[in-house]
């Protein structure tokens, strides 16, 4: 649902500090939504994980806040349109109920290795081709792919919440 909805450039870095969470398929997550017009790097996640108050995180299992310790991290590989990167994203532990979560950032798709902003891309290109030789690191296994899912499990729920 709301990973589909592209960040808003308006607010200023983490001001809204707006958290919100979900539970796909029994991981548990923390999505950050925040601002950033640069290419995602890892110092990019560093620097939003940095200015995060964790005092304020809520733990999606237990609802309890102020609970959340740095637990570990565990590498994740993305693919860019010029570049190929391994980002380590944290997961805390909740000391209350002793549930894991990893944090993760608005431009993430669960389970994807191409990023929410060029996943819209593809879903709105109406030249496969041409966006295939723009974007070097996709393939056009990606394209279907990334509209089969879209198909399935995102299309009608946009539509049910006007969001589309
Ligand atoms: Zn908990």
């Not at 017009?37 to 809520?58: A, R, S, V």
């Not at 299992?61 to 959340?68: A, D, F, I, P, T």
């Amino acid at each position: 649902m709301l990973l589909l909805i592209k960040k808003e450039r308006k607010s200023s870095f983490l001001q809204r500090q707006s958290l919100e969470y979900c539970n796909p398929q029994h991981t548990h997550m923390i999505t950050l939504f925040y601002e950033n017009d640069n290419i995602f790097t890892q110092d990019t996640y560093d620097k939003i994980i940095d200015q995060l108050d964790f005092l304020t995180l809520e733990c999606p299992s237990c609802k309890h806040s102020g609970c959340l310790i740095k637990h570990a991290k565990y590498p994740r590989t993305f693919r860019m349109a010029n570049s190929i990167i391994t980002v380590h994203i944290l997961r805390v532990l909740c000391k209350e109920c002793g549930h894991t979560h990893a944090i993760l950032l608005c431009d993430f798709v669960p389970y994807s290795q191409i990023l929410l902003d060029d996943q819209v891309d593809i879903l709105t290109s109406n030249n496969d081709e041409e966006f295939l030789s723009d974007n070097p690191n996709f393939d056009l296994s990606d394209i279907r792919y990334i509209r089969k899912q879209y198909n399935l499990y995102w299309k009608q729920r946009l539509l049910s919440r006007s969001i589309s």
